[in-house]
Structure formats: structure tokens, C-alpha cells
T-cell receptor, first 114, second 114 residues
Framework: DGGITQSPKYLFRKEGQNVTLSCEQN?????MYWYRQDPGQGLRLIYY???????QKGDIAEGYSVSREKKESFPLTVTSAQKNPTAFYLC?????????????FGPGTRLTVT | AQKITQTQPGMFVQEKEAVTLDCTYD???????LFWYKQPSSGEMIFLIY??????QNATEGRYSLNFQKARKSANLVISASQLGDSAMYFC???????????FGAGTRLTVKP
């Protein structure tokens, strides 16, 4: 079945460590996105990529980095420079072929940094 | 800049009744798309319904309909015949023009009472 996978579902790290969150899609979508969600709040855009080897910063890119070496993969690295990394991270993808550009989301990764 | 406003942090509805979740938006782009997503407690984001700014009729998808009032810049979600499984967070989102960048509101928590 086509879809978006994120791993792991729960991730624990010590403060000061970099951590990479995985996002893979087999929907053949060109665009991919990373969002952060804090408790009781909406989604905030971290980074997005419309094509391979290209990506743009969203509203809260500081302390994060991404790469897009393959169409299917868009990993997010949470660096030690991110002051409050504990959050729920959602990856999404979309295609312009649908016309409406709805985004399809993965199940999310809940990151806890102590 | 895009802005999405959901003024209802929480809503309650009796099972089998209809409920309206409010969403207003702000954009100067004549071409845009409006989306509603459902987020159950498990965390995944589920796409519900889409309305394009040039669509003449309100969008409907099963028990979901979008009350689109362009002049008022509102895109309220109507859920008919509420079910217990409808209890979740609901997010309104907007995408401008040909951009793949989507912005989300803060969300409304819907609780369906038996």
C-alpha cells in the first residue's frame, strides 16, 4: 500500500545530541514537508522540499536541517542548537497532479529530549 | 501573509447531531485552496475535505461539508450525524496559488457525547 512512514514512533535523546528523524514515501510525490506540533497547538512548518536536491526553510527552521537526495526520502535532523526540541514531528507529502495539493501525513514521531 | 483563525478551542456535540467548526482566513491571493484535517489522539493527520477558491459549489464528502463564504473569508466545516469516532482535533488549513506551502490554524477539539 502507498503511504508515508516515519520512524521511530517514539524517540528519546539526551540534551546536546543531534538526532535524525526518518520520513519515507512511496506515493511518487514531488513535494515533502516537515512540521512541528507542540501540545494543544497547530502545526508549524519547519522545512519543505518541492524537488530533489532542493529545499526551503519554513517558519521555524532554526536548529533543524534536512536533505533531499532521493524523491522518496526527506530526513530531518534536530541539532543541539534547537532550544526546545521536545515535540511531535509530522512529515507530509503532496503532488500537483491531484490539483488540490492536499498533503498526506505520516504517523509522526514523538521526540523527547531530557 | 497567510493567516488561519479557528476561534473555538473546544466544542461539544451530542451523538447523531450536526456540528459546525469555524474557520476564517486571510489572503490577498485570488487563487487559494482550503483544507480540513482530523487528528485523532493517535496523532496522524487525516485529510477530510478540500475547497478551491474558484469552486462555485460548497464541497461535500460523505458526512462532511464545507460552508464556503468567500466574501466573509470563512470556510466552516459541518459534520452531520456526529459519531463517537468523530471526537478528535480538527484543523483548517490554506494554501495560496501554486504554492505547495500550507498553513494551519490552531485547531478545534471536538468531543462527541453519547
Amino acid at each position: 500500500d502507498g503511504g508515508i512512514t516515519q520512524s521511530p514512533k517514539y524517540l528519546f535523546r539526551k540534551e546536546g545530541q543531534n538526532v535524525t528523524l526518518s520520513c519515507e514515501q512511496n506515493l511518487n510525490h514531488d513535494a515533502m514537508y516537515w512540521y512541528r506540533q507542540d501540545p494543544g497547538q497547530g502545526l508549524r512548518l519547519i522545512y519543505y522540499s518541492q524537488i530533489v536536491n532542493d529545499f526551503q526553510k519554513g517558519d521555524i527552521a532554526e536548529g533543524y536541517s534536512v536533505s533531499r537526495e532521493k524523491k522518496e526520502s526527506f530526513p530531518l535532523t534536530v541539532t543541539s542548537a534547537q532550544k526546545n526540541p521536545t515535540a511531535f514531528y509530522l512529515c507530509a507529502s503532496s503532488s500537483d497532479r491531484s490539483g488540490s495539493y492536499e498533503q498526506y501525513f505520516g504517523p509522526g514521531t514523538r521526540l523527547t529530549v531530557t | 501573509a497567510q493567516k488561519i483563525t479557528q476561534t473555538q478551542p473546544g466544542m461539544f456535540v451530542q451523538e447523531k447531531e450536526a456540528v459546525t467548526l469555524d474557520c476564517t482566513y486571510d489572503t490577498s491571493d485570488p487563487s487559494y485552496g482550503l483544507f480540513w484535517y482530523k487528528q485523532p489522539s493517535s496523532g496522524e493527520m487525516i485529510f477530510l475535505i478540500y475547497q478551491g477558491s474558484y469552486d462555485q459549489q460548497n464541497a461535500t464528502e460523505g458526512r462532511y461539508s464545507l460552508n464556503f463564504q468567500k466574501a466573509r473569508k470563512s470556510a466552516n466545516l459541518v459534520i452531520s450525524a456526529s459519531q463517537l469516532g468523530d471526537s478528535a482535533m480538527y484543523f483548517c488549513a490554506m494554501r495560496e496559488g501554486g504554492s505547495n506551502d500550507m498553513r494551519f490554524g490552531a485547531g478545534t477539539r471536538l468531543t462527541v457525547k453519547p
